[in-house]
């Protein structure tokens, strides 16, 4: 069964009017319109793809109508229209998780954050991979730059004649292509900072496009 199945008849199930409930009247009463417009016309898509849930109603009078409902409950939601008929829609995950609150169906509503916190767990982790990839193909593609200055310098017999500071820099870049900015500078017999690194990484640039013009 879909997921919106299953929410059709967690609803189906439902008192039509809950006479224990603390709800005030009017909530219950705008509780069952919005209800019963949802079992008769409503969808909600599988959470796991995408998030949408609408309601498809004849009128633009009753999609209003539905629609300030919502809204007095601070759920947002719109109007288009849709085969001469008229729609109403979601496509914010908290708010069709506020939404399902709202009428009352709490296993489906339990069951959509569930979902809802795996994925967005997952899209986090997917993101902070990306970022590091990024980064990790950042570092190579400047070592290997910066390796091609060094060697250039070596072939063109001037590497003896650089300041200790970049002759100590371009050593310890060449026996580690892979480290970071950071792990160089503390690779060195007296550590220096990232900035340091970088400015002396500079040097060695200048002196190598120097050698090639």
Known sequence: MSF???????LLNQKVWDSKSSMKQTEQIDRICVREAFIKTGFINDPNKDYHLEILLKT??????????????YINSKIITKNKNYMIYIKDGEEISKFLAFIGANTAMLKFEEIRVIKETKN??????????????????????????????????????????LKEIAQAREKNPDMTLEELG?????????????????KIHEIAEELRK
């Open 4 to 10: 919106s199945t299953d929410l059709r008849e967690e």
């Open 60 to 73: 633009l009078e009753k999609a209003e109508e539905i629609r300030n409902i919502l809204s007095k409950y």
């Open 124 to 165: 986090n982790i997917n993101r902070l991979v990306n970022c590091e990839t990024a980064n990790l193909n950042k570092t190579v593609n400047a070592a290997v730059m910066q390796i091609e200055d060094i060697e250039l310098i070596r072939k063109c017999k001037c590497f003896d004649d650089l300041p200790i500071g």
């Open 186 to 202: 503390l690779s060195l017999t007296t550590p220096i900072g990232k900035s340091g690194v970088n400015h002396r990484l500079k």
